[in-house]
């Protein structure tokens, strides 16, 4: 479902954001799914390399065009099973968050710090959360009402934890789909400690791919890790 969600998401300001910080590479992309980012980076001359828990995801990378030249890890991209060194390690999207607890966020953080190279970069694009969107630990909206159907979010929200449980629902004249999700989120500064802990130190952080500025009104921020 991925393609059909999100394939209409201009990956054009990540390309161009992530092939500058990659210099000459090589580059790896945690999580590197359907190709959305993976593939025009390629299309740029830089070598990528991939890891993805989701052999399904991976499959519709290898029928799109340049997607059977780029070599793609299955497995947890929390251990970032690769052998080489890169001049860039990135996670778009959200991704970071699909790791549900802090132990695996920190071992992810220090498992990319073995991977970077001299003058590497580790770069990372997630949501700023919002807990406000919460009543009293839940959240219940519809968030598409079509003539032919209607998609429905359903939230749990855990603020010890920090985590997110999510059904979104498809409901439609025919039909009824459900996509579970589960995220554990974390804030900047969490982040910031994490990568201290790996023997990395914030560079830059900035409001979007188009490098604006963050502020405390960001929804989201790309943050660049550089090893101390």
Known sequence: MYDEQHGSLDPADAVAALAELAGEGPVLELAIGTGRIALPLAARGLEVHGIDASPRMVERLRAKPGGAAIPVTIGDFAEVTAESTYSLVFVAFNTLFALTTQERQVRCFANVAERLGPGGRFVIEVFVPDVTRFDRGQRFAATAVEHDGIRIEASRHDPVAQTIETQEIDLGTSSIRLQPIHIRYAWPAELDLMGRLAGLRLQERWGGW???????????????????
Do not use: D, G
């Open 210 to 228: 188009r490098r604006e500025p963050f502020t405390a009104a960001s929804k989201q921020h790309v943050s660049i890790y550089e090893p101390r």
